[in-house]
């Protein structure tokens, strides 16, 4: 039951957003990597991973590679109902209206949000917000 829910999270057809808050500092490079890694992984494991996900992984890691984020900086993951990642930065806390980058997979924005909130997802605290926002939904 609770990985149907999950799944309808990832995979729904309705904008989606993580925002990224760093505690410790982190480049660009170490940030898209990791994700680049596990996106990669989640894809072979289900035999999906195609030459348009290789170009989009190449795409991610090249938003992030000139990138620096020291403590209190952040980065916004938006993914539309249409499948695009829109990426923005923000060093003060304050996001602009434009974003900085736009990659077309929706293939990436759903391992993102795999990876962060799915079944072995590498954030209790994103799902523990997620919950408690969900629950204020609905009370």
């Not at 990669?40 to 991610?60: C, H, L, M, N, R």
């Not at 000139?66 to 003060?92: R, V």
């Amino acid at each position: 039951m609770m990985l149907a829910y999950i799944y309808v999270l990832l995979t729904g057809s309705f904008e989606k957003c993580i925002r990224i808050t760093t505690i410790v500092p982190i480049t660009g490079i170490q940030f898209s990597g990791k994700v680049s890694e596990i996106c990669v992984a989640i894809w072979k494991a289900s035999g999906t991973y195609t030459d348009v996900d290789a170009k989009s992984i190449d795409e991610f890691l090249y938003v992030f590679k000139d990138q620096n984020f020291p403590p209190g900086s952040s980065y916004l993951l938006t993914m539309s109902p249409h499948g695009a990642l829109m990426i923005t930065f923000s060093k003060d806390g304050k996001f602009p209206e434009a974003v900085d980058a736009v990659i077309e997979n929706v293939k990436l924005g759903q391992a993102i949000l795999e990876m962060m909130i799915g079944k072995n997802g590498v954030s209790p605290e994103a799902k523990q917000s997620l919950a408690s926002r969900l629950l204020d939904l609905m009370i």
